[in-house]
T-cell receptor
Framework: EAGVVQSPRYKIIEKKQPVAFWCNPISGHNTLYWYRQNLGQGPELLIRYENEEAVDDSQLPKDRFSAERLKGVDSTLKIQPAELGDSAVYLC???????????FGPGTRLTVL | GNSVTQMEGPVTLSEEAFLTINCTYTATGYPSLFWYVQYPGEGLQLLLKATKADDKGSNKGFEATYRKETTSFHLEKGSVQVSDSAVYFCALSETSGTYKYIFGTGTRLKVLA
């Protein structure tokens, strides 16, 4: 069974440019999470989806970050415009609905110059 | 609020040494507890979990016991290998029905041959 797939694995952009990350969860997993992991820190939740609905986006900086999960499967996280402080690893995770074990993708390492 | 505290690293050990990585938590209710491992350049992999007091999670020679009285979930392994070198994250899953993870800051383990 395929795990969580993310792309791209690495992205380098200039500040003020837009960037998007894509995630394909494990088949059958209704719940999808986006995390940001700063260097030397644990991941922090940005947004959680149950199917197509964003049920927890309280920590998503909505002035520049947006996310969508059309059709309740794949998801895209976007930053526009990017700032230097957005340099981090962006992790996607998925789980079966109403279960507490999350499975993580390899992440996208973003560098903003 | 809920939180997870891990011992700071790096932890440097010789091959076949005994490993302990301390983890304590603060939470309302009885959260599920997890250890994840992150190898260089990769995402987080679930190592083990425990869902209630006195449960012992185990995998690949690693063990951790859910201790409610000391609010701890220390990770142990009797004989480490060079291939165990990685960053280890302790996490809890909140009991509010959100299944939101709270991570510790991670502990880097370096095993020398």
């Amino acid at each position: 069974e395929a795990g969580v797939v993310q792309s791209p694995r690495y992205k380098i952009i200039e500040k003020k440019q837009p960037v998007a990350f894509w995630c394909n969860p494990i088949s059958g997993h209704n719940t999808l999470y986006w995390y940001r992991q700063n260097l030397g820190q644990g991941p922090e939740l940005l947004i959680r989806y149950e199917n197509e609905e964003a049920v927890d986006d309280s920590q998503l900086p909505k002035d520049r970050f947006s996310a969508e999960r059309l059709k309740g499967v794949d998801s895209t996280l976007k930053i526009q415009p990017a700032e230097l402080g957005d340099s981090a690893v962006y992790l996607c995770a998925s789980s079966l609905v109403l279960t507490d074990t999350q499975y993580f993708g390899p992440g996208t390492r973003l560098t903003v110059l | 609020g809920n939180s997870v505290t891990q011992m700071e690293g790096p932890v440097t050990l010789s091959e076949e040494a005994f490993l302990t990585i301390n983890c304590t938590y603060t939470a309302t209710g009885y959260p599920s507890l997890f250890w994840y491992v992150q190898y260089p350049g990769e995402g987080l992999q679930l190592l083990l979990k425990a869902t209630k007091a006195d449960d012992k999670g185990s995998n690949k020679g690693f063990e951790a016991t859910y201790r409610k009285e000391t609010t701890s979930f220390h990770l142990e392994k009797g004989s480490v290998q060079v291939s165990d070198s990685a960053v280890y994250f302790c996490a809890l899953s909140e009991t509010s029905g959100t299944y939101k993870y709270i991570f510790g800051t991670g502990t880097r383990l370096k095993v020398l041959a």
